[in-house]
């Protein structure tokens, strides 16, 4: 008999010649405590966090903690069913309204996870015969939710307005046509030239979906995102984003003025047939929109701190994946996967958490350290962390 996990054979020798090293395991790392949105104590250590999406800092949040405890005593601990059977509490319309609200948009839907938002919509709206044109290098949930659908996949260069143009063309008359696009992408914190790729878009007929998950509550004058800040929003039909990242908490949305969006409620697999989330997370997620909504001194700071980081690390002699700051995420390129974990245990000896990343999660089989800054780190504390990165980068040989 065949083992069906052969396939990962590969994988396992390679994460097993890792740790034969005596490396720390990069991917399974245990925070004991979490003193706060900067702060927790990994291996009995204080530790400064740089690797959590925390971007706004919201976790800590008093307001946010109390609105998810009275929720806890009012409601209990779950709803134990689907949004189109018991699972819709006061506290989820209540969540969808402040969506609406925060992006003065018509209709909001809430999902469990951020990951279902984006394979609910895409495999709903696109199906057989439908035509999806996707940047290369989108998040694996956009893949899957396209997979779903069993609609036809067109990728195109990331970030090139001329390539999807080009695709666009090459699609047949009359077949429907969705374009993907992300406004920050994850892995390197580049943004999409999302004026000029909508526009093409909408003059070839497509309507357009924007994944706004590591751009929302940050970038935009509103915080609502990177098609807000360059002037496309109202041009877009669909904006999907998460709770797990600037709201602090857990669970997916899309926003829309679609005027037939509501049916999606009735049709969307991943939505029907899911769990609700618990009163107490949709509450705290509503509490933190609402506040968000007021973030502009958190989102002037969260700047500041970004372009600290990246003028620093730059100075110091890395990689960096983008040439300036364009998002909260800057990635640190490594050569290649051992010296890019050796750096990362050795930045955490030194008391700072990244992610790193490595492919096939990566663009160009990079390996990255990743680091997410959050609204919370103080000035003092981006000194500490170009301290920090200077000793490891110097004890890796990755600097001089």
Excluded at 95 to 113: G, N, Q, R
Excluded at 197 to 215: I, N, T, W
Excluded at 296 to 320: I, V, Y
Excluded at 326 to 335: D, K
Aim: charged share 20%; with cysteine.
């Amino acid at each position: 008999m065949g083992d069906l996990l052969d396939k990962f054979q590969p994988l396992i020798d390679q994460r097993e010649a890792l740790l034969s090293t005596g490396i720390t395991d990069p991917f399974n790392l245990v925070m004991e405590r979490v003193v706060s949105p900067t702060v927790a104590v990994c291996n009995g250590r204080e530790t400064i966090l740089l690797g959590t999406y925390n971007y706004m800092g919201m976790t800590f949040d008093p307001d946010v903690i109390a609105a998810g405890k009275q929720a806890l005593d009012e409601f209990g601990s779950g709803t134990t069913g689907s949004r189109v059977l018991n699972g819709t509490y006061r506290g989820h319309r209540d969540c969808e309204d402040a969506l609406k609200h925060f992006y003065a948009m018509d209709h909001a839907m809430v999902f469990s996870t951020g990951y279902q938002a984006n394979l609910g919509i895409i495999s709903t709206i696109a199906g057989k015969n439908d035509y999806i044109i996707l940047d290369i290098d989108s998040h694996a949930s956009i893949y899957d939710g396209c997979a779903l659908g069993n609609a036809n996949i067109v990728p195109f260069r990331h970030n090139d307005v001329e390539a999807l143009e080009k695709r666009l063309k090459r699609i047949p008359e009359g077949a429907g046509k969705l374009v993907i696009l992300e406004g920050v992408y994850s892995m390197l914190g580049d943004i999409a030239p999302l004026k000029e790729m909508v526009a093409v878009s909408k003059a070839a007929g497509a309507m357009v979906l924007v994944d706004e998950a590591h751009s929302m509550g940050f970038i935009g004058e509103n915080g609502r995102g990177v098609a807000e800040a360059e002037g496309v929003i109202d041009d877009v039909d669909f904006i999907i984003g998460t709770f797990s990242k600037s709201v602090g908490t857990v669970g997916g949305f899309c926003v829309s003025n679609h005027p037939k969006f509501e049916i999606l409620r009735l049709v969307c697999r991943p939505y029907v047939f899911t769990a609700s989330l618990p009163p107490s997370v949709v509450a705290t997620a509503a509490t933190s929109i609402r506040k968000l909504m007021d973030g502009a001194d958190k989102r002037a700071h969260l700047w500041e701190n970004s372009k600290k980081l990246h003028a620093g690390l730059k100075a110091l002699g890395f990689a960096l994946g983008t040439d300036t700051p364009q998002s909260a995420i800057i990635a640190v390129i490594m050569p290649n996967l051992e010296q890019g974990a050796a750096m990362w245990e050795a930045l955490l000896n030194e008391g700072l958490y990244v992610n790193l990343a490595r492919p096939p999660a990566t663009p160009a089989n990079m390996t990255l350290l990743r680091c997410s800054l959050c609204a919370e780190h103080s000035s003092d504390q981006v000194d500490q962390i170009l301290a920090m990165f200077t000793a490891a980068g110097r004890a890796t040989n990755c600097i001089r």
